[in-house]
């Protein structure tokens, strides 16, 4: 039985950026057990092939195949001949590198004749050749091949060749792209299938050869139902390696090491998936905390913000300068201390969110399953008697914690802080309930990276990517959220640079939480309390409302109640959205205040450019780097 647990790990060196040195030490640092060669990147490499083939051997991986060997099958003469012998040519060097394994993709040259016997033929013929070099052949059908374009076919010729050295190569995307039928692949016998490649890609409506050029990715990272054709070869015993072989611009850009980690990442959840062997993704309950890592003076800045936004003071932590604010379901931790990760983050990103700490089921589960999916755990010590809260690294460096409802690491605020006695006076009513979404921002070639990270640690649904307009540029806009409403994260990513989402990364030394979402159960009684403790609100431009009521043909009172404070709306069908923004705090994030009627589910993503170009005209100019400033 095919155990994807416990087939060898391989990726193609195509799939990441960097000459080949870099991309094998990449991928043996990830900690994958072969990696197919890819032609041009041997091509490109200054060392011949017995080089090549120490160098994946000193990393302790081995080849798992050298591909493409592309336009073999059924061609008339003498493009039969040139063939063969550049196959033999091939075969040699591959008795250098050290692998047996050649990859041949079907036919695409419009030379090519068809017929499944003449194709068989020359396997067979390929077959007696490669014997004489130690060496296997796989067949892989390319969704765009001239006559053969389906595994089914594929297999038809191997088969028909009948030679031991002459074997099948799947493709979870050729297979998937093309919608084959996945179950005739359980009655292959798994010892004809001499490699199985995985990638995922999004649904796209294209040409298929450049969806599969440009936009493949990690599974786990699409949309294809790849853990489907995992279970297919699961059913044929196949042993052999399972095979990463992504083709996407932004990987090519990305960062080797982050991108081969992501990999190993895609495969273990794979696994999973397929046949569960880690606890269950966690289940997001709620947001516990958000803590900000701030100096005295914008702490106290921060400080006064909150308090107008209806936050109070409510705890002291027992032994660090940190300050707990509360309102309804919310704790907004503010972190003065001078030494410790706070600290550092404080300095490396300037005053922002440096973690969050998520409640969920179990924690010993969450963790379990996050060292499982070789994401970084974090320690810090703790002072005596205080909780030993278990975190790991997130976005930008900065951490996630955990907290559950039960035990121990459910008393985080009778453990860990002191109540502050409430001011004098009536309490005045919680106007906010609780932390409705978490936005970041990141750099562009990252979003799939944490997309992968979220949705293969928590029960985190995906709901489609969407493009918005900037005035600096388009800023893609992912939403995740937890089925029950635990939690909503929106990963944002721009491949212009001056965009706001652009702007935030460059200008703090990464990603980070760019604005949160408070949920309030009545926006207008919010919005009027905020202003009567002097807040203001981002500006919206009229013509926003007289469009508005253009729209959605709203009555002109509630259309002026909007106006009047700030608000923006949505609807869809008959749930409604009503979202406010703060001005930008510190030139680094915004709070936003929404109010959900009808179990709306979005983000005003219709109100995103309005709100995104009032921002841009409150934003600072923006600067030149200094090193061109001193030019
Ligand atoms: O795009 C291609 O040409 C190509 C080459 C080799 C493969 O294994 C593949 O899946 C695609
Ligand atoms: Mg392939």
Same mark, same amino acid.
């Given at each position: 039985?095919?155990?994807?647990?416990?087939?060898?790990?391989?990726?193609? %060196?195509?799939?990441?950026?960097?000459?080949?040195?870099?991309?094998?030490?990449?991928?043996?640092?990830?900690?994958?057990?072969?990696?197919?060669?890819?032609?041009?990147?041997?091509?490109?490499?200054?060392?011949?092939?017995?080089?090549?083939?120490?160098?994946?051997?000193?990393?302790?991986?081995?080849?798992?195949?050298?591909?493409?060997?592309?336009?073999?099958?059924?061609?008339?003469?003498?493009?039969?001949?040139?063939?063969?012998?550049?196959?033999?040519?091939?075969?040699?060097?591959?008795?250098?590198?050290? %692998?047996?394994?050649?990859?041949?993709?079907?036919? &695409?040259?419009?030379?090519?004749?068809?017929?499944?016997?003449?194709?068989?033929?020359?396997?067979?013929?390929?077959?007696?050749?490669?014997?004489?070099?130690?060496?296997?052949?796989?067949?892989?059908?390319?969704?765009?091949?001239?006559?053969?374009?389906?595994?089914?076919?594929?297999?038809?010729?191997?088969?028909?060749?009948?030679?031991?050295?002459?074997?099948?190569?799947?493709?979870?995307?050729?297979?998937?792209?093309?919608?084959?039928?996945?179950?005739?692949?359980?009655?292959?016998?798994?010892?004809?299938?001499?490699?199985?490649?995985?990638?995922?890609?999004?649904?796209?409506?294209?040409?298929?050869? #450049?969806?599969?050029?440009?936009?493949?990715?990690?599974?786990?990272?699409?949309?294809?139902?790849?853990?489907?054709?995992?279970?297919?070869?699961?059913?044929?015993?196949?042993?052999?390696?399972?095979?990463?072989?992504?083709?996407?611009?932004?990987?090519?850009?990305?960062?080797?090491?982050?991108?081969?980690?992501?990999?190993?990442?895609?495969?273990?959840?794979?696994?999973?998936?397929?046949?569960?062997?880690?606890?269950?993704?966690?289940?997001?309950?709620?947001?516990?905390?958000?803590?900000?890592?701030?100096?005295?003076?914008?702490?106290?800045?921060?400080?006064?913000?909150?308090?107008?936004?209806?936050?109070?003071?409510?705890?002291?932590?027992?032994?660090?300068?940190?300050?707990?604010?509360?309102?309804?379901?919310?704790?907004?931790?503010?972190? %003065?201390?001078?030494?410790?990760?706070?600290?550092?983050?404080?300095?490396?990103?300037?005053?922002?969110?440096?973690?969050?700490?998520?409640? &969920?089921?179990?924690?010993?589960?969450?963790?379990?399953?996050?060292?499982?999916?070789?994401?970084?755990?974090?320690?810090?010590?703790?002072?005596?008697?205080?909780?030993?809260?278990?975190?790991?690294?997130?976005?930008?460096?900065?951490?996630?914690?955990?907290?559950?409802?039960?035990?121990?690491?459910?008393?985080?605020?009778?453990?860990?802080?002191?109540?502050?006695?409430?001011?004098?006076?009536?309490?005045?009513?919680?106007?906010?309930?609780?932390?409705?979404?978490?936005?970041?921002?990141?750099?562009?070639?990252?979003?799939?990276?944490?997309?992968?990270?979220?949705?293969?640690?928590?029960?985190?649904?995906?709901?489609?990517?969407?493009?918005?307009?900037?005035?600096?540029?388009?800023?893609?806009?992912?939403?995740?959220?937890?089925?029950?409403?635990?939690?909503?994260?929106?990963?944002?990513?721009?491949?212009? %640079?001056?965009?706001?989402?652009?702007?935030?990364?460059?200008?703090?030394?990464?990603?980070?939480?760019?604005?949160?979402?408070?949920?309030?159960?009545?926006?207008?009684?919010?919005?009027?309390?905020?202003?009567?403790?002097?807040?203001?609100?981002?500006?919206?431009?009229?013509?926003?409302?007289?469009?508005?009521?253009?729209?959605?043909?709203?009555?002109?009172?509630?259309?002026?109640?909007?106006?009047?404070?700030?608000?923006?709306?949505?609807?869809?069908?008959?749930?409604?959205?009503?979202?406010?923004?703060?001005?930008?705090?510190?030139?680094?994030?915004?709070?936003?205040?929404?109010?959900?009627?009808?179990?709306?589910?979005?983000?005003?993503?219709?109100?995103?450019?309005?709100?995104?170009?009032?921002?841009?005209?409150?934003?600072?100019?923006?600067?030149?780097?200094? #090193?061109?400033?001193?030019?």
């Amino acid at each position: 039985m095919t155990n994807p647990a416990t087939n060898p790990t391989s990726i193609a %060196t195509v799939s990441l950026s960097g000459d080949l040195a870099e991309k094998l030490q990449a991928i043996a640092a990830a900690g994958f057990d072969a990696v197919e060669v890819f032609e041009n990147d041997f091509l490109t490499f200054d060392g011949g092939p017995r080089e090549v083939g120490r160098m994946v051997a000193d990393l302790g991986m081995r080849i798992s195949a050298f591909q493409p060997f592309r336009d073999f099958e059924g061609m008339p003469e003498p493009l039969r001949a040139r063939g063969f012998a550049r196959a033999e040519r091939k075969f040699a060097i591959m008795n250098e590198l050290g %692998t047996d394994l050649m990859l041949i993709c079907s036919n &695409v040259s419009p030379q090519a004749l068809g017929g499944i016997d003449r194709a068989a033929a020359d396997f067979h013929e390929l077959g007696e050749l490669a014997g004489r070099f130690g060496v296997r052949v796989g067949y892989e059908a390319l969704a765009w091949g001239r006559h053969v374009n389906d595994y089914r076919d594929a297999w038809e010729i191997v088969r028909r060749a009948d030679h031991e050295r002459i074997g099948l190569i799947l493709d979870s995307f050729h297979t998937l792209a093309r919608q084959s039928p996945l179950s005739p692949i359980a009655s292959i016998p798994g010892d004809r299938i001499f490699l199985v490649q995985l990638a995922d890609a999004p649904k796209l409506d294209m040409d298929v050869l #450049s969806w599969s050029r440009h936009f493949r990715c990690f599974p786990g990272q699409g949309d294809l139902a790849v853990a489907e054709f995992m279970r297919a070869v699961a059913q044929t015993g196949y042993a052999g390696p399972l095979s990463h072989e992504i083709f996407n611009d932004q990987f090519r850009a990305g960062s080797a090491r982050r991108l081969a980690t992501d990999g190993i990442r895609s495969l273990i959840a794979l696994a999973d998936q397929a046949e569960p062997h880690l606890p269950a993704r966690a289940t997001v309950l709620d947001v516990e905390f958000i803590e900000f890592a701030l100096d005295e003076d914008t702490a106290a800045d921060l400080a006064r913000l909150l308090a107008a936004l209806g936050f109070r003071h409510t705890g002291q932590h027992v032994s660090k300068a940190v300050a707990r604010w509360s309102q309804g379901g919310i704790n907004l931790l503010l972190n %003065t201390e001078t030494d410790g990760f706070a600290q550092s983050h404080a300095i490396m990103h300037g005053p922002g969110a440096c973690a969050i700490c998520l409640r &969920v089921d179990d924690v010993d589960q969450a963790m379990t399953r996050a060292l499982g999916l070789k994401i970084q755990s974090f320690e810090q010590a703790v002072g005596p008697g205080e909780l030993h809260i278990p975190a790991i690294r997130g976005v930008g460096g900065s951490l996630i914690y955990f907290t559950q409802p039960s035990g121990e690491l459910g008393q985080i605020w009778e453990r860990d802080f002191a109540a502050v006695a409430p001011a004098a006076g009536a309490p005045s009513p919680a106007r906010l309930a609780r932390v409705d979404h978490i936005s970041q921002s990141m750099d562009y070639e990252e979003m799939l990276s944490w997309l992968l990270f979220y949705t293969s640690l928590f029960a985190l649904e995906r709901i489609p990517q969407l493009a918005i307009a900037d005035p600096a540029g388009l800023v893609e806009s992912r939403p995740l959220v937890s089925p029950e409403g635990g939690v909503r994260f929106v990963l944002n990513g721009s491949q212009a %640079t001056r965009t706001l989402s652009s702007r935030f990364v460059s200008e703090h030394f990464g990603s980070g939480v760019q604005h949160i979402a408070f949920s309030a159960p009545d926006i207008f009684a919010a919005v009027q309390a905020m202003r009567e403790a002097g807040l203001s609100f981002l500006a919206i431009p009229e013509n926003y409302y007289d469009d508005l009521e253009a729209r959605h043909g709203l009555d002109p009172a509630f259309i002026d109640r909007l106006r009047d404070h700030h608000i923006l709306y949505d609807r869809d069908g008959e749930a409604e959205f009503l979202q406010v923004y703060t001005h930008v705090f510190a030139q680094r994030f915004f709070f936003e205040i929404v109010e959900r009627r009808g179990g709306y589910a979005g983000f005003g993503a219709v109100n995103a450019p309005v709100r995104l170009a009032a921002q841009a005209r409150e934003a600072r100019p923006v600067t030149m780097p200094r #090193s061109l400033r001193e030019l």
